[in-house]
Every structure is written in C-alpha cells, then in structure tokens.
C-alpha cells in the first residue's frame, strides 16, 4: 500500500537546522510531484516547498525562500526539506504529499518545535 514516511523532526532553538526526509512506497514516486506541507496549531495547513518529478523545478513559500531547499532521490523513492536559520514561527507539524493528476497521498507529518 501507499506510505509517506517522515522523520527528522524535533525541538531546536532559533537559527538553528533541521532536515525533514519523507520515505515513499506503493507508488512510483518519480512520477509524482512532492510538497511539503506544514500546519500550526490553530492555523491552516500551508505549503511550504515543491519539487516536479524530475526534481528540475522547486518552488517556495515567500516565508522560508533562502532557508529552506527542497530535494528528491528517485533512487532513494525520498523527498528531504532543508531547513536552516529556522524560526520560531516555523514551529508546526510538517507534511509530506505526493501529488499526481488526481491522486494525492499523504504522511502523517512530523513535529518540528523551535524554541529557545
């Protein structure tokens, strides 16, 4: 079956790193484009990065542009989020979503906690 798997989450303090990787099976992942997703408590999910299939195209939230990189292994089936110079106002469950015509998978997200 589908699975988006994530991981790399946890508590940093402010200016510091953290790199997200979502593990894919069940489909063929280099035919799907990949996004990262993040949602605050009491907010809307926003997307936060995405990468076309190949890999050639990325695209960013104004918010973490110069931050955060997006990348993808097709031969790992696995998306990553760079994410550095992170934010307090970064802190949010951080979703993974593969996303082709009219299918949609999704992960069950990671916590990512900046706080000093």
């Known amino acids: 079956q589908v699975q988006l798997v994530e991981s790399g989450g946890g508590l940093v303090q402010p200016g510091g790193s953290l790199r997200l990787s979502c593990a894919a099976s069940?489909?063929?992942?280099?035919?799907?484009?990949m996004n990262w997703y993040r949602q605050a408590p009491g907010k809307e999910r926003e997307l936060v990065a995405s990468?076309?299939?190949?890999?050639?195209?990325?695209n960013y939230q104004h918010s973490v542009k110069g931050r955060f990189a997006i990348s993808r292994d097709n031969a790992k089936n696995t998306v990553y989020l760079q994410m550095n110079s992170l934010k307090v106002e970064d802190t949010a469950v951080y979703s993974c979503?593969?996303?082709?015509?009219?299918?949609?998978?999704w992960g069950q997200g990671t916590q990512v906690t900046v706080s000093s």
């Open positions: 069940g489909f063929t992942f280099s035919s799907y484009a």
């Open positions: 979503n593969a996303a082709r015509l009219w299918l949609d998978y």
């Open positions: 990468i076309s299939s190949s890999g050639g195209s990325t």
